[in-house]
């Protein structure tokens, strides 16, 4: 089965306004990357951890290898916030395990 | 389930070798990329393609070239590899824009150029 769980597939929020993406993992994971994918198709690299919590800006995230998940959440968000968020996880030695990605929209 | 193979999972090439990287997708998306994933850069966008026949140039396009000979298969193709090309490539595919920009990704391919 899947390594990497990531809800929701889709979010929908209000200019102001929070919410947090999660990613569980099936096993233990060495680290996570956050991505946001632009309407090109580049993906941005948001975050990596190998453990705790990392800001920038109005983004934060939180991994917990031990309990196995991740977290992103959003606080405030604009409308330059919408788009396609992925988490991706390491596991040690092989290639990133990708989720499949949350669509984040932001209304006015 | 959406489904994005990529062949070979690993290779090894000389400076100078040729080297096709192939990626065969069966969700009927009509979005193909290549990105190249090294430490400190996250993923790169090389090359990328919304239908047959049709080539978009990435982010990091120089040394590769792409070839999208169907809905299905989009290829990477380097054809004088150099060891900074040594990478970890992943392909993906996505429905049209404006439906749903969820991406899927093939497992990975290793290339080693020595």
């Known amino acids: 089965g899947d390594q990497v769980e990531q809800s929701p597939s889709a979010l929908s929020l209000h200019e102001g306004t929070g919410s947090a993406l999660r990613c569980n993992f099936t096993?233990?994971?060495?680290?996570v990357q956050w991505f946001r994918k632009n309407s090109r198709g580049s993906l941005i690299n948001l975050f990596y951890?190998?453990?705790g919590t990392k800001e920038n800006g109005r983004l934060k995230s939180a991994f917990d290898s031990k309990e196995r998940y991740s977290t992103l959440h959003i606080r405030d968000a604009q409308l330059e916030d919408s788009g396609t968020y992925f988490c991706?996880?390491?596991?040690?030695?092989?290639?990133?395990?990708f989720g499949t990605g949350t669509t984040v929209s932001v209304s006015p | 389930e959406a489904a994005v193979t990529q062949s070979p999972r690993n290779k090894v090439t000389v400076t100078g070798g040729n080297v096709t990287l192939s990626c065969r997708q069966t969700n009927s998306h009509n979005y193909m990329y290549w990105y190249r994933q090294d430490t400190g850069h996250g993923l790169r966008l090389i090359h990328y393609s919304y239908g047959a026949g049709n080539l978009q140039i990435g982010d990091v396009p120089d040394g590769y070239k792409a070839t999208r000979t169907t809905q299905e298969d989009f290829f990477l193709l380097l054809e004088l590899a150099s060891p900074s090309q040594t990478s970890l490539y992943f392909c993906?595919?996505?429905?049209?824009?404006?439906?749903?920009?969820?991406?899927?990704f093939g497992h990975g391919t290793k290339l080693s150029v020595l």
């Open positions: 993906a595919s996505s429905p049209p824009d404006g439906s749903n920009e969820r991406l899927f």
């Open positions: 096993t233990t994971m060495r680290a």
């Open positions: 951890l190998a453990s």
């Open positions: 991706a996880a390491h596991q040690g030695g092989r290639a990133l395990i």
